[in-house]
């Protein structure tokens, strides 16, 4: 099973809408779902004292959803960046390598707390670019959907 484990609720329509769309697709390739934590709000004068609060809450929140013999994969924007099919294979791998919960995660809008990263056996950016953590998810499940279509020898656009 595919988590993505994720900080914050969607909230815009055409973001749920999306989030639907990639669930439904995959559920046909690849086993797959969400699983949202609460976010905290953010003070107005954001001290690094108020955002390492921030960060540790939502991480507890974070740790506590997640199975103890998962392979965790943090997203984080200083990371490696794996092509779709680089991606597609390094999932095979886990799956084949008997690696039955494997968990995505995507922070709030500050990021993830210094305990999740060491938690995760690797982080993954999807960009250099910067998205807002809603569009991140949106990106990964598409991500995730084509390599399904690539781990299942379909056809995707390229």
């Known amino acids: 099973m595919i988590t993505v484990l994720c900080v ?37 004068h954001l001290s690094d004292a108020a955002k390492e609060q921030t960060l540790r809450a939502e991480a507890v929140r974070l740790l506590s959803k997640i199975p103890d013999t998962a392979y965790v ?46 938690r995760a056996q690797e982080c993954l950016s ?4 910067t998205f807002p953590h809603q569009l991140a998810r949106i990106i990964l499940l598409e991500q995730l959907y084509r390599a399904a279509k690539i781990s299942a020898g379909q056809r995707y656009h390229k």
């Open 8 to 44: 914050g609720k969607l909230k815009e329509r055409y973001f749920l809408d999306a989030q639907k769309e990639y669930l439904k697709r995959l559920s046909g390739l690849m086993p797959c779902g969400i699983v949202e934590v609460r976010d905290e709000s953010e003070p107005k």
């Open 73 to 118: 994969i943090a997203l984080c924007i200083d990371a490696k960046q794996p092509a779709s099919v680089e991606l597609a294979g390094k999932l095979n791998d886990l799956l084949l390598g008997g690696k039955s919960d494997i968990v995505f995660v995507i922070g709030g809008s500050l990021g993830l707390h210094q305990s999740v990263l060491e």
């Open 126 to 129: 999807m960009s250099h670019m």
